[in-house]
């Protein structure tokens, strides 16, 4: 599954579905070098083949994103992990050196919108982790009000598990469960008023966090990307009526949808189809473009 490569002055540590972590190879410093592939993942399982370029195109834009919101945006500075130093020239482009952080076993997830296993589960239940929403909505609609809807975060090749607020609260405490959903929902609400301003709806979003050795909540791993976040087109979903129109995206959706209606979800995936993959770049270079020009 991996495509780790041998770094001078790193030691490969660990890899994830889409990233590989290296630590320091003198075992000096609490610092960490996270290089993105160009795998992609969906549905919990990672896909044959990658994405062409992903990695860089993905890095490029968390640090852009972390980048807005130590306080370029105009809003307060979100403490973040990254750290001063150069990545070695074979990742240069798809790679940060990182603080080494003691991170949170859950994925703080933001809706703005209703779609994905949101949906699935408000068909059946009229909520959304066990979040109650007005009756009548439909898939794609703006929610009254972006909410917190935490996962927890399952070991590699397992699947990851959508929580109750109460669940989260038993697993981090009461208090800093509270400063991850308020802190998720600030950053939520201001990248997607910077989307909106460039004709963007950020539909959902998910964001990882740690503790640094000082006890502060810190922002890590990638931020508001086309893996870790849903962005529509919002022209077309102002004039979509279907779904499908409405919900034009510029993420890894075009992958979801192929797999979900050429596989059943047992055993081993397909490969991706080569059109599939060339849209799918096309896609999130096409939100890189826009978000950042």
Same mark, same amino acid.
């Not at 993420?251 to 979900?260: G, M």
């Not at 209606?261 to 081993?268: E, F, I, S």
């Not at 991706?272 to 993959?277: E, G, K, T």
């Given at each position: 599954m991996t495509d780790a490569l041998d770094l001078p002055g790193w030691t490969h540590v660990y890899s994830g579905k889409v990233r590989d972590l290296y630590r320091p190879a003198d075992g000096q410093g609490d610092r960490m070098l996270v290089v993105a592939s160009d795998r992609v993942s969906a549905f919990d399982h990672v896909l044959s083949?990658?994405?062409?370029?992903?990695?860089?195109?993905?890095?490029t834009l968390s640090l852009w994103w972390f980048g807005r919101l130590a306080g370029a945006d105009g809003g307060r500075a979100i403490?973040?992990?990254?750290?001063?130093?150069?990545?070695?020239a074979a990742v240069t482009g798809r790679a940060m050196i990182v603080r080494e952080l003691d991170m949170l076993p859950i994925e703080c997830v933001v809706r703005g919108y209703l779609t994905g296993s949101g949906w699935a589960e408000y068909r059946t239940a009229q909520t959304v982790c066990s979040i109650p929403l007005p009756a009548g909505l439909s898939d794609g609609d703006r929610l009254p009000e972006p909410i917190f809807t935490p996962a927890y975060k399952a070991p590699l090749g397992e699947h990851d598990e959508n929580i109750s607020f109460a669940r989260a609260e038993e697993l981090v405490g009461a208090e800093r469960a509270a400063e991850l959903r308020d802190t998720?929902?600030?950053?939520?609400?201001? !990248? +997607?008023? =910077?989307?909106? $301003?460039?004709?963007?709806?950020l539909a959902d979003t998910k964001f990882e966090f740690g503790v640094d050795a000082h006890g502060v909540l810190t922002l890590a791993d990638e931020v508001l990307t086309s893996?870790?976040?849903?962005?529509?087109?919002?022209?077309?979903? !102002? +004039?979509? =009526?279907?779904? $499908?129109?409405?919900m034009a995206s510029?993420?890894?959706?075009?992958?979801?949808?192929?797999?979900?209606?050429?596989?059943?979800?047992?055993?081993?995936?397909?490969?991706?189809?080569?059109?599939?993959?060339t849209r799918t770049a096309g896609k999130y270079r096409e939100l890189l473009e826009k978000l950042t020009a």
């Open positions: 083949p990658g994405i062409p370029g992903k990695g860089e195109l993905l890095t403490a973040n992990h990254l750290t001063g130093g150069d990545v070695p998720s929902l600030e950053i939520y609400r201001r !990248a +997607a008023a =910077t989307a909106r $301003a460039r004709g963007l709806i893996d870790s976040s849903r962005y529509w087109d919002g022209a077309a979903w !102002a +004039a979509g =009526t279907t779904p $499908a129109e409405r510029f993420d890894k959706q075009i992958v979801r949808d192929w797999l979900a209606a050429n596989w059943d979800k047992t055993g081993t995936p397909p490969e991706l189809p080569a059109d599939i993959v």
